[in-house]
């Protein structure tokens, strides 16, 4: 059985941070891992995506302040929040697909298998 589990969601103060972790089990390719987020009523958006060689890619909004990792031993893909701003909250989905494509061109919904049940980022101003 596939699972993907987010955790380390919560709540902050603009400006704080905050260290998501994604932890996958069960038997299946998670060459490239990736988040999303979704805000009430907005589409679920990249956020960053991370392959297991170590290659990254970042949505332009996070650039320079959010940053993808991975342990490849554990499984498991991290998204370290810093200088969060209140448009940062959202629900964060992670997500994991086995193909090989380009990292630049995996950064829709549709482009990934397997996905979490998301864990709340809520930054007050």
């Known amino acids: 059985q596939v699972q993907l589990v987010e955790s380390g969601g919560g709540l902050v103060q603009a400006g704080g941070s905050l260290r998501l972790s994604c932890a996958a089990s069960?038997?299946?390719?998670?060459?490239?891992m990736g988040w999303f987020r979704q805000a009430p009523g907005k589409a679920r958006e990249f956020v960053a995506s991370?392959?297991?060689?170590?290659?990254?890619y970042y949505a332009d909004s996070v650039k320079g302040r959010f940053t993808i990792s991975r342990d490849n031993a554990k499984n498991t893909v991290y998204l370290q929040m810093n200088s969060l701003k209140p448009e940062d909250t959202a629900l964060y989905y992670c997500?994991?697909?086995?193909?090989?494509?380009?990292?630049?061109?995996?950064?829709?919904?549709?482009?990934?298998?397997?996905w979490g049940q998301g864990t709340q980022v809520t930054v007050s101003s």
């Open positions: 997500a994991a697909d086995g193909r090989i494509r380009s990292i630049t061109t995996m950064i829709s919904p549709l482009d990934y298998t397997y």
């Open positions: 069960g038997t299946f390719n998670t060459y490239t």
């Open positions: 991370g392959r297991r060689e170590g290659s990254t």
